[in-house]
């Protein structure tokens, strides 16, 4: 069986042709695959709320059905991400190291109303969780974007301590977060909430408290969500020895981490990744979110993404916006792609819908990564399920159309296409 998607055709099944093409062998195996998803956030349930009853059911099956596109993997914001209606924490209370007044009721307004939808469809889900900034008096400035963590050892401690409230928080409301990250996108000063850590820091902070806070919860710490080594200048150190690699070399945070989160510029320290700590999972955090057109092109882009993760050892791809609204942005003036595009009252599902789908509804939790050998392998990216079944995922990224052989069976991929094959 073979699926393809072009620019004016999703999802089409296609049949086999006798002409034989270019070759594809499988030479290997490699990491396991834990699975694929997007990420919670207000503004996606907002735009959600827009559709009338029938057409968001509709819309959230496609997503999170086990027979649809099978999301069972996703994140959610520790407190406000950018595409929070507006900035917060869960503890604004100065001093309050003890946590007495940590809260998550703001989060069941919309954020966990979303997730409990996911959660009722999608019975193997999974959860990480990130914070984009802590409490303000825990900053060296305070103000939701820029700035850095005031190392004192209090804050350590009571940041340690919200972490932890956190997860019990959210088990409370069975919701099964399994990992956390200690901070999105360490390496870059941002106008939305964020917050600057050197690796060094996140080293001490996960070694030193985090790890302790977490030991009984049963919630794995990732080290990330790490968006560096960097390109424009942003910060002067943020290679892969700055962050990941003094991490792991320093043994008191090593014992605690289970794994790596890295986003758009984080690719760049993939190699050294897997070339230092083949072993170590390595998750896609966040797919890089284009400019809001939505549009075939930049889904094809995105296809080079999710190849070069999973080539480079990823276990999962995470993309950003479940859905938005029309020409709305983020709090911070930022048009970006969505999964589902709300127009009018109408969900439109878009192309990296599709291009996630041609990935989630077919492989499976536990599948391996296959290493493919063949001059198209550079398009094709392949896994064993757990039952033996073998998945391509295979683009064209040719006005032409191009004929692959895998085995005994041929396939014409149409031009500018995302084709998934099943052997």
């Given amino acids: 069986m073979i699926i393809s998607t072009t620019e004016k055709r999703a999802w089409a099944e296609i049949s086999e042709v006798k002409e034989k093409g270019i070759e594809l ?27 009338d009853d029938s057409e968001r059911e509709k819309l959230l099956d496609e997503l999170f059905d086990a027979d649809k596109c099978n999301f069972n993997y996703c994140r959610t914001p520790i407190g406000a991400s ?7 924490s869960y503890n604004e209370t100065a001093g309050d190291y003890e946590m007495k007044n940590f809260s998550i009721e703001r989060d ?21 969780a990130s914070p984009w900034c802590p409490p303000l008096w825990m900053k060296t400035k305070r103000a939701y974007s820029n700035g850095t ?66 030991d009984k919860t049963g919630v794995d710490i990732i080290f990330g969500t790490v968006n560096g080594p960097e390109t424009d200048k942003r910060m002067l150190y943020t290679r892969y020895s700055d962050y990941l690699g003094v991490a792991m070399h320093d043994k008191r945070a090593r014992k605690y981490i289970k794994g ?59 993309y950003w916006n479940i859905a938005l ?35 989630s509804h077919f492989v499976k939790r536990g599948a391996r990564y296959l290493k493919i050998k063949g001059e198209y392998s550079s398009s094709t990216v392949a896994f064993k399920n757990p039952d033996g079944q073998i998945v391509l995922v295979v683009a ?12 005994s069976s041929s396939y014409a991929l149409p031009p500018r296409s995302v084709n998934t094959v099943i052997v």
Wanted: proline share 4%; glycine share 8%.
């Fill in 25 to 51: 062998t499988v030479v290997g195996e490699r990491q396991k695959i834990r699975g694929f998803g997007t990420c919670f956030s207000e503004l996606s349930a907002q735009a959600l709320q827009k559709l």
């Fill in 82 to 88: 950018d595409f929070s209606l507006d900035f917060f």
């Fill in 108 to 128: 069941k307004e919309l954020l966990i109303p979303l997730i409990r939808e996911g959660l009722k469809r999608q019975n193997d889900m999974q959860m990480f």
């Fill in 149 to 214: 963590f005031n190392m004192t050892e209090k804050n350590l401690k009571a940041y340690a301590l919200y972490f932890k409230k956190y997860v019990e928080a959210y088990h409370k409301e069975n919701i099964p977060i399994i990992q956390v990250c200690p901070q999105n996108e360490p390496c870059s000063r941002q106008v939305f909430p964020s917050c600057v850590w050197t690796g060094k820091e996140m080293a001490d902070f996960i070694g030193g408290y985090l790890g302790e806070a977490l």
């Fill in 260 to 318: 790596v989160a890295y986003q758009w510029a984080g690719r760049y320290a993939l190699t050294e990744t897997h070339d230092d700590y083949p072993d170590l999972e390595i998750i896609q955090s966040e797919s890089e979110c284009g400019n809001g057109d939505n549009s075939f092109d930049h889904m094809m882009y995105i296809f080079e993404l999710m190849r070069l993760y999973f080539r480079m050892g990823a276990s999962s791809y995470v």
């Fill in 325 to 359: 609204e029309g020409d709305s942005m983020s709090t911070w003036g930022w048009k970006q792609n969505s999964l589902i595009h709300v127009v009018d009252g109408k969900g439109v599902l878009t192309p990296e819908f599709y291009l996630m789908k041609h990935f």
């Fill in 396 to 407: 064209n990224p040719y006005y032409d159309e191009k004929i692959v052989t895998f085995g």
